[in-house]
């Protein structure tokens, strides 16, 4: 694009939603409202019919498939949400691929390290748009510090620390979900939130080149793995440590906000990210 007009000109992206669930529901369609110049929902899928027919109804009545095969036959789609259980990302994505469909997808890429390296060659074979789902790239946080730091404005950075304490009961709505409570994938709630800090601290610092880590199932009402101790190093030279923890009681605090501290040649600086302000020299 030369231009912001000549985007304003494009017509809306023909898209097909995969999987109804929390993400569908809670995250995206929110968005897509918003970005409906952009978008425009030609149909849906849920392998349980009661999903599918609630969703459709949600998002403007369009039409749903229970085999999300048939939902990529529709030529008219150009492109798949995938907001599926982690284990499906790598067959869902390859298959909506092979039939010429651009893909976001949901975080993480996938359930283990032989899946993600080979989604990581999709690219190399095929000439479509793909993306995965991680807003934390696009967190005003975290665009507003990389600035900083790129700018030099706050000296070199060489110690990060970031310690967050989550209040996950048996209720809560996303520990409830069957998949991630009999997870097929290794990490358990670790692997599916904890991606996002993951995420933040190689856009922030680089590739993490090294790391040895501890964990630790605290409710096991909620899966196999919900905390853990991340000792780590970055392509930049960066050591750091990540500590995300499972609460089964509420806090009474804000002290247990999430807190990253970021250790440079001059001073220590405080990045309470839960209140979404950055603390600048």
Known sequence: MNSRNEWKNLKPIKLGIIGCGLAARHLHWPVLQKLSDKFEIKSICNNSKPKAESFAHLVGDVPYFLDYHD???????????????????????????????????????????EDAKKMLHFSDEFPYIMMVAENYYYHPVFLELKTIIHAGMIGTPYAVSWDIFRYVDSDNKYAKTEWRIHHQYPGGFITDGGIHNIAALHFLFGKIVSGNAFTKSINPEIGEIDSFSFQFETESGVSGTLKIFTMQFEPVSRLTAPLLKLIVTSKCYSVPSILLKIVKP
Do not use: C, M, R, W
């Not at 030529?75 to 994505?93: F, G, K, R």
């Open 71 to 113: 939902l990529l036959q529709d030529s008219e789609i150009e492109a798949v949400d995938i907001t599926l259980p982690i284990s499906l990302n790598y067959q869902v994505t390859k298959d909506a691929l092979h039939a010429g469909k651009h893909v976001i997808v949901e975080k993480p890429l996938a359930a283990n390290l």
